[in-house]
């Protein structure tokens, strides 16, 4: 297949891809700005600016998870047209192989991956982390009750004593927290005093509190601007603890987790993050190989309903088996690596030899 030939499919397949990504990420900010402006409309710092961005920063991590199917549609759409159009017919009349006309898409969806682990990755960790602070002190001063079940929890020991943390935030990568709440217990395990602040911050040997509210035995004692609490947790054991991988770009992972490494941790979210992205272009690779199967057959009056569906449900299920075996992963139930890979490599093989099956028998 020569050059021109080539860089046409090629072509076809990116404006296809850029489309479907633009139509998607703005009907994913439309139901996002929706859905955030009904939640926070009822607090007093509410403004229609603010939800626009925060909706504006959501948005790039939410376009992560949905980039396989964006691969899988693209590349359906792109084979679909060729075929109504006779192109993929007279590309066959003239010798050219499947194997051939596919491998454009196979090159674009390769570099849409590369693009979406390079360049939006680091953007969509930003903005998450940015919108959860925006989000935060949108919301701050509201209720500072911490939920047992839905908060975060950090169990620290120095000295004599004991302090359980909470928190109803985590901002900064881990360290920093919103609405927080510091329960000193001693040696027999019982409370001793609480405190409640606004913020608490992370430093050498201390966490420093905002706005701190002190209890002992249930009654109020003082209101503090600011109160100090020791500490011997290192920033990368309570980033391990509490911070989200979703919240730390590509390119920090793997200091991340060599950090994380050093101080004894298993660091098996981060590493699971790490080759989920590393993988995720022979991801996309696998979705049009998905695709292909459905999508190539010559229908005189269009592609058959049910074939499409078809693909449409295995690119599904390798999604949600994906999602699935991440989750071992991150439990460490599986090792990171083979949790990533094995459902790509299987994907893969899956679609070559269904396609070897119907090209040369």
Request: hydrophobic share 50%; aromatic share 14%.
């Amino acid at each position: 297949m020569g050059w021109t030939l080539g860089r046409y499919f090629f072509s076809r397949y990116a404006v296809i891809t850029m489309w479907f990504f633009l139509g998607i990420y703005a009907l994913v900010f439309l139901i996002d700005f929706t859905e955030f402006s009904s939640r926070v409309s009822g607090l007093p710092n509410f403004t229609f600016l603010t939800a626009l961005s925060v909706s504006a920063l959501r948005v790039p991590m939410i376009m992560m998870q949905t980039v396989p199917f964006v691969a899988l549609f693209a590349a359906m759409a792109t084979l679909i047209s060729l075929n109504r159009k006779y192109e993929l017919v007279i590309a066959r009349a003239a010798g050219i192989s499947a194997w051939q006309f596919l491998l454009p898409a196979c090159i674009g969806a390769l570099l849409f991956g590369v693009l979406t682990v390079g360049v939006l990755n680091p953007f969509a960790a930003y903005g998450l982390s940015r919108s959860e602070f925006i989000e935060t002190n949108l919301r701050s001063g509201a209720s500072n009750e911490v939920s047992a079940f839905a908060a975060p929890w950090i169990h620290q020991k120095t000295g004599d004593s004991d302090t359980i943390i909470g928190a109803r935030a985590i901002l900064n990568k881990g360290l920093e927290l919103s609405d927080a709440v510091f329960f000193e217990l001693d040696k027999n395990g019982e409370i001793i005093e609480r405190k409640d602040a606004q913020r608490a911050f992370l430093r050498d040997g201390y966490w420093e509190l905002q706005n701190v509210k002190r209890f002992r035995e249930g009654v109020r004692l003082e209101t503090l601007e600011t109160d100090r609490v020791p500490t011997n947790l290192k920033p990368e054991f309570v980033q391990e603890r509490l911070a989200r991988p979703e919240t730390i770009p590509f390119y920090e992972l793997p200091g991340k987790i060599k950090v994380a490494h050093s101080f004894g941790l298993s660091a098996n979210a981060f590493a699971m993050q790490f080759h989920s992205l590393m993988a995720m272009p022979l991801l996309l690779v696998a979705m049009t190989l998905i695709a292909a199967t459905v999508s190539m057959r010559f229908a005189r009056m269009g592609q058959s309903s049910t074939m499409i569906l078809g693909g449409v449900v295995a690119g599904f299920l390798l999604y949600v088996v994906s999602v699935l075996v991440k989750a071992f992963g991150n439990a460490g139930f599986v090792p990171p690596f083979v949790a990533a890979w094995l459902p790509v490599i299987v994907a893969m093989f899956f679609g070559v030899t269904f396609l070897l099956y119907r090209e040369d028998g």
